[in-house]
């Protein structure tokens, strides 16, 4: 047994190894193209980026040709570098430095000289190419060709990867494109098609002999999947002119859908100044920006106390857990006096139920209706977390989920809030009542606020916002078509939006009417402040509106916010009214509300404290019992 037990391991195993070396050599050409690196070119071919359109079929963003000249610092030898830094309109040192970092990288493979030369560019060179060979090549790739002036935040850009992006993804090398922020980033994968590549060999003299193994390896490029937006470019625009010399954000939402109809932020840029040589230059510029930071997407990004159009949340929260109906009194007298003497003012009076409390937006009321919410359980701890549940369930307080790479969650605070904030206890309604109407330790964007009137509209319900509607050849993320629904009963919205819609017919926003189409909406005014030298600088209010219509099938939900626009009647509503009626007709009747907006000039506001950004000095108030509201208009 043993004389034929080691015969047979002995030739098992030589059979073992004969395969593994055939397999090596014969089937697998990795190891082989590894040892012939010197000898093999690789070539790569980079395919067109998919176009981008809007949700109308307009054409948004295209493609140009550009060209990179690469280097590969081994063979950079012999040449007159005055004359090739004078071709391509650099100095001597920035060919040095360029080098330099080339030969860190590596001395034999190929890396990104000089970026997106186009086609002027280009042709200067072309004809003196051959004298700087084979150091120097021209790549040819293509940069995205903007047709609209608009919706910068939207697209993002593209820009080469950086060493960590190679690192973690080993598709892209050195001089690669990929996009930054926006669509660009979030659909990267889809735009950037697939690159391919060619293995060009070449003998000692490093002279291009002919294709390797016949081009067996060669793969060919594929274009990039056009992709549809949810955007109507028409709407967006006009925001964006609305949005002239103002700081802010609006955000328009189509409730049955949950698609994304215009996402401005204020101020922008022109996207196109983003692409070719001047874009680092003009990058650094709009980054080093700490005034305007127009890279900074307050649509998205930006938490702001929502002020009255929380009182929509508030109203909704007492119906459902029974402390109030609709006809509940509260008698107000120009204020709620609460706790010791403190008083948050309020501009109205008298008896108001939910349908004129709504429609005056009355402190008082809501006031009154959140603390009977919070009072309702023995235990303020457990009512605010019952609370905080509900107006959680529209989105409010939590990442949202949609398809664009940047985003913040806002606030709403639980029991854990006010451990932190009182931890010796003894907190009650009183010390928590300015959440009744958006203040307090409430935070909320621009984008959660349209989500949350988008629900009010639907009573109940919403789609996860989201800025894709068709992909060529593949299907968006079921999620998106997926209904969310918030803990409030159907029956409790009717009468909501029954006050919501007399805004407009006999309340703070009835200046703002639109013949023919019935707006239900909120004003809101919200107060800031700025931290200057350590001093707390009480700042122009922010303006603030949300908006749905037609009241009936609504096709349209947005909410404003404009930095230091004062009352929310005073711009924010305008807006709303102005781009609902743009959206739902393509004309405007309210040429006086269209004037009023476009020649306020809010910089002055802005440049009061140019010691500091806006978006950095200006702290959302966390109003205390002490504190006073504004009143609303």
């Keep these: 047994m043993r004389k034929v037990l080691f015969p047979t391991v002995v030739i098992i195993s030589v059979i073992l190894i004969l395969m593994r070396l055939f397999y090596l050599q014969v089937i697998d050409d990795t190891l082989m193209t590894k040892s012939e690196n010197n000898a093999i070119k690789v070539i790569y071919d980079y395919p067109e980026r998919g176009y981008i359109y809007d949700r109308n079929g307009k054409l ?379 203040q307090g330790e409430v935070l909320a964007t621009p984008i959660q606020l349209a989500n949350m009137i988008a629900a009010v509209a639907n009573e109940g319900y919403y789609y996860t916002p989201h800025i894709i509607k068709k992909i060529k050849g593949e299907k968006i993320d079921p999620k998106f078509l997926k209904r969310h629904y918030s803990t409030i009963d159907k029956k409790y919205f009717p009468p909501m939006i029954s006050g919501l819609f007399d805004v407009y017919n006999f309340g703070t926003a009835s200046g703002l009417r639109v013949e023919g189409i019935d707006i239900c909406g909120k004003t809101g005014t919200a107060e800031n402040f700025a931290k200057i030298g350590g001093k707390r600088i009480q700042m122009e209010d922010h303006s603030i509106f949300v908006a749905f219509a037609p009241k009936d099938n609504p096709k349209i939900a947005i909410a404003i916010l404009v930095e230091n626009g004062g009352f929310g009647a005073t711009i924010a509503g305008p807006i709303a009214s102005l781009m609902i009626e743009k959206y739902l007709r393509g004309t405007i009747s309210r040429p006086d509300l269209e004037k009023r907006v476009l020649s306020k000039d809010l910089k002055y506001q802005y440049d009061k404290f140019l010691s500091r950004p806006v978006s950095d000095t200006i702290t959302t108030l966390k109003q205390t019992v002490k504190d006073t509201t504004k009143l609303e208009n």
């Design 60 to 438: 948004l963003v295209a493609n140009q040709p550009s060209y990179d000249i690469m280097v590969t610092p081994k063979y950079v030898k012999n040449i007159d570098t005055l004359e090739f830094c004078k071709l391509i309109n650099i100095t001597k040192e920035d060919f040095i430095r360029i080098i330099t970092k080339a030969r860190v990288y590596s001395p034999r493979l190929p890396s990104v000289f000089l970026p997106q030369l186009n086609k002027r560019e280009y042709a200067a060179l072309q004809e003196k190419m051959r004298k700087f060979e084979p150091g120097f090549e021209v790549v040819k790739r293509s940069l995205r060709d903007y047709q609209v002036t608009v919706g910068a935040n939207i697209f993002g850009s593209i820009a080469q990867v950086n060493p960590k992006e190679i690192e973690k993804n080993p598709y892209y090398h050195s001089g690669d494109l990929i996009g930054k922020q926006g669509v660009e980033e979030s659909y990267e994968r889809i735009l950037r098609g697939i690159k391919g590549v060619k293995y060009r060999q070449k003998d000692k003299f490093n002279k291009d002999i002919g294709a390797y193994k016949q081009g067996e390896l060669d793969t060919t490029a594929v274009r990039g999947e056009d992709i549809t937006l949810t955007i109507d470019i028409i709407l967006q625009k006009y925001g964006e002119e609305l949005m002239a010399n103002k700081r802010g954000g609006i955000v328009a939402i189509e409730p049955r859908t949950g698609e994304i109809l215009a996402l401005v932020t204020a101020p922008s840029y022109d996207p196109a100044i983003l692409v070719g040589r001047q874009r680092s230059k003009n990058y650094t510029k709009l980054y080093n920006d700490s005034i305007a930071k127009p890279l900074y997407d307050r649509g998205l990004l930006a938490e702001y106390p929502p002020g009255s159009p929380f009182k929509i949340m508030t109203g909704l929260v007492a119906l459902q857990e029974g402390v109030i109906d609709e006809n509940t009194t509260f008698m107000c007298h120009h204020g709620f006096s609460y706790a010791r003497g403190r008083f948050m003012k309020c501009h109205g009076s008298g008896p108001h139920q939910l349908h004129n409390g709504i429609y005056n937006s009355c402190n008082t009321y809501f006031a009154n209706a959140y603390m009977k919410t919070i009072n309702k359980y023995v235990s303020p701890p457990a009512a605010v977390d019952v609370w905080s549940k509900h107006v959680k369930s529209f989105g409010l307080g939590e990442f949202m989920g949609y398809d664009l790479p940047t985003g913040k969650r806002g606030k709403i605070p639980t029991s854990k809030t006010y451990k932190r904030m009182y931890p010796n206890g003894g907190w009650r309604s009183t010390a928590i009542v300015s959440n009744a109407i958006g």
